[in-house]
């Protein structure tokens, strides 16, 4: 189950990718979410009727915002960018997380953190920079992305450890498929009805909903509660080799050396960050 899920998250930048040709990146943001959130209050209504008390309704609203944040600046950054590159730049976040959280909540990264944001740094620059050393719209704006993602991870570890999970994932999903419908409204033009019901574009939706958002959590939170979290948090960080795989299988991607390089730079980076660091927060990342 957990090789589900970054397998699942990974193949979900290429459907991203094929999806903002039809739609508008804070449009695919409102749909994808609200549907998820739908489903999560199908399948887990007693507990989150259990547990929807005003803290965490207020708690889940920030976080929502800061979800939506994350997700919108991804699919942005996606519409200037490839899925390969996407996928490991918003992997990254997992280096900032943390040095958000010294900031939160003042635990000091260790020496592992430092090396982890040094070498990402370098493979950030691999990735990004072209010869004119000059950063790319569509990757500043993953780069942005990574960093509320990371600052969302600090924010669930400092403030959200006590509540029930499925009741905060659920206000998540709400206010971020909210906010990118409202997004959508007023800043982009609205898909044609039948260009949404499309059946290509139907599934890709479904995909990204039910998929991505929906099952690949609960096969992340199934499979943390089995296996050691160190060996969890590397098959969970396979999400951006097997965005980058299924990219270069299924979108045609060209990966250059340099670009290699700095793919493997910010894995490296990642696992340092993850497992050698031994960094402890009560949550872990509920999707991409």
């Known amino acids: 189950m957990l090789l589900a899920a970054p397998l699942i998250w990974g193949a979900s930048f290429v459907v991203m990718k094929v999806s903002l040709d039809t739609m508008g990146p804070a449009t695919l943001v409102g749909i994808r979410f609200v ?3 739908l489903l999560m209050l199908v399948f887990f209504f007693p507990k989150i ?6 803290e965490t309704v207020v708690s ?3 976080l929502g915002v800061v979800f939506f944040v994350a997700y919108w600046t991804q699919n942005v950054g996606l519409t200037d960018t490839t899925p390969g590159k996407n996928a490991f730049l918003t992997s990254a976040y997992v280096v900032m997380v943390p040095f958000l959280f010294w900031a939160l909540a003042k635990k000091q990264p260790n020496g592992f ?4 944001a040094i070498i990402c740094l370098v493979g950030i620059g691999f990735v990004s920079l072209d010869a004119a050393l000059v950063l790319g719209f569509g990757d500043g704006m993953t780069i942005l992305c990574a960093f509320f993602f990371a600052l969302h991870i600090a924010l669930l570890s400092k403030y959200a450890a006590d509540f029930d999970v499925f009741t905060m994932t659920f206000l998540q999903f709400m206010v971020t498929g909210i906010l990118g419908l409202l997004a959508g409204f007023a800043t982009e033009p609205m898909p044609a009805l039948e260009q949404v019901l499309n059946p290509a574009m139907f599934w890709q939706l479904f995909y990204l909903a039910v998929g991505s958002s929906f099952l690949a959590s609960l096969c992340q939170n199934v499979g943390q509660t089995r296996v050691d979290p160190s060996q969890a948090a590397i098959i969970l960080s396979l999400e951006g080799v097997f965005g980058v795989l299924i990219s270069i299988i299924f979108y045609g991607e060209i990966v250059s050396l340099r670009v290699g390089v700095g793919f493997i730079l910010i894995f490296i980076a990642v696992m340092i960050s993850e497992v050698l660091s031994k960094k402890e927060f009560p949550w872990a990342k509920q999707t991409t």
């Open 35 to 37: 549907v998820a959130g």
């Open 49 to 54: 009727r259990a547990n929807f008390k005003r």
């Open 113 to 116: 953190n430092i090396v982890a």
């Open 60 to 62: 889940g609203v920030i």
